[in-house]
């Protein structure tokens, strides 16, 4: 079965870091391009980052670049989103998904779960 489990996430004060986990079954990560996603209730889809299946090159938007960091490790077929220098705005549900530039549940075949992270005094 394919799919992505995600762990990590949780609350934080303004200025921490978390990471957040996201181990693929079914599927190898170092074929497939990757996203992480994130969703403030009530609000659309945010794409926060994607990392090349191939070159592993990374891209960000512009809120999270220099703060967040996307990576992979192909031996345990996961992949990581380092958050730091948290700010309240980056509250919301964090998704993986295995796809490019996801923007949408539709765009991309394959998500996770869902990790919460919630930055607050």
């Known amino acids: 079965e394919v799919q992505l489990v995600q762990s990590g996430g949780g609350w934080v004060q303004p200025g921490g870091s978390l990471t957040l986990a996201c181990e693929a079954s079914?599927?190898?990560?170092?074929?497939?391009?990757m996203s992480w996603v994130r969703q403030v209730p009530g609000k659309e889809l945010e794409w926060v980052s994607s990392i090349r299946s191939t070159s592993m090159s990374t891209y960000y938007t512009g809120a999270v670049q220099d703060r967040f960091a996307m990576s992979r490790n192909n031996a345990q077929n996961k992949h990581y989103l380092q958050l730091n220098n948290l700010k309240t705005e980056d509250t919301a549900k964090y998704y993986c998904a295995r796809g490019w530039m996801c923007s949408s549940f539709s765009s991309c075949p394959v998500w996770g779960q869902g990790s919460q992270v919630t930055v607050a005094t």
């Open positions: 079914g599927f190898t990560l170092n074929n497939s391009s």
